[in-house]
């Protein structure tokens, strides 16, 4: 094969080989062309989001900034690793510049870090909805709802920055080869010259404080919503509270069920086709999947999506 082939000689490497899903080129060719509709379905769907909540006076509202925000981190997460997939399928080296490499590992591991504490934010304003409906107003104003937004930008992308400088740092021996179609954090430590502990009991400790606080913060805040629910006495009512919170849980299911597997140890052993798996389902399949969830749950969406398309009647 060529990329062994060219490799094998460490001394001639530039960066690393992302392996992909390694298969025949008619295969790939095949694979190319799938992941290329799913990417364009994608952007579609959260772009249509975005500027369905951009141009529809009816949802400027809380509930629909933050979600239009995470539609658009939606968009920079598939970018952070698809364009360079899809090239990957079409390249005989699949070679990625070391720069490129930590690039992609920053901003892959901080916008995923993002959406973590955007979900966290958007179950803490469902539980202010339907727990302190009184308050509501008063309490998520345009004003803390901007500051929240920008607290999940800012936060998602220091809470990595640090190991990942070191790990940019560290010298890489042997082959070079990942077998991936990211720069992901286990098989790039397994290729540094020397183990390094501590970075790895860092790297694991933030990613298991990054998904649980949020995802306890979650499931804390949709039991004290389920609480609320079951006290209202018209079924109606339960209907519509428990509609406005299904999409989110929804998607908070898709995200941490798939998520969880992979990075509470990030040098854990998994075996490489599962792990490409399951990475390509949180980080490519649900970014496709969670437009159609808010879209079809959501009358108010629906509508504005269905206008923006010209397909209101």
């Known amino acids: 094969m060529k990329i062994f082939n060219t490799f094998n000689n460490s001394s001639t490497i530039t960066g690393f080989v992302l392996l992909g899903f390694p298969c025949t080129q008619e295969a790939q060719t095949l694979l190319f062309v799938l992941f290329l509709i799913v990417y364009c379905l994608t952007l579609l769907g959260n772009g249509s989001i975005v500027c369905a909540v951009r141009w529809d006076r009816r949802l400027h509202t809380p509930m629909y900034i933050l979600l239009a925000n995470f539609s658009f981190l939606e968009i920079w997460y598939v970018n952070s690793t698809v364009p360079n997939m899809l090239a990957n399928f079409l390249s005989e080296t699949k070679v990625i510049s070391f720069s490129g490499c930590f690039l992609q590992f920053y901003f892959f591991f901080s916008l995923g870090s993002t959406e973590c504490f955007f979900l966290a934010v958007m179950a803490f304003d469902r539980y202010l909805a339907i727990c302190r409906p009184l308050h509501y107003p008063t309490i998520m104003t345009g004003r803390f709802c901007t500051h929240l937004v920008i607290t999940c930008w800012v936060l998602g992308f220091l809470w990595f920055l640090i190991p990942i400088s070191i790990i940019s740092q560290m010298s890489f021996c042997g082959s070079r080869i990942i077998d991936h179609f990211l720069c992901d954090p286990g098989p790039l430590l397994a290729l540094t010259c020397i183990r390094a502990p501590a970075i ?72 490489a086709g599962m792990q490409k798996i399951v990475t390509l389902f949180y980080s490519v399949l649900t970014p496709l999947i969670n437009p159609v969830i808010y879209s079809l749950r959501n009358k108010d969406m629906k509508q504005a999506v269905k206008k923006l398309l010209g397909c209101d009647s």
């Open 200 to 271: 790895e009991l860092t790297s694991s400790t933030l990613s298991s404080l990054l998904l649980f606080i949020p995802f306890i913060f979650i499931m804390g805040s949709y039991t004290l919503v389920l609480r609320a629910v079951l006290k209202v006495p018209s079924a109606a009512g339960r209907r519509k509270a428990f509609s406005t919170c299904g999409s989110h849980l929804a998607v908070v299911s898709l995200f941490y069920g798939s998520v969880m597997v992979m990075y509470i140890s990030p040098t854990s052993e998994h075996e």
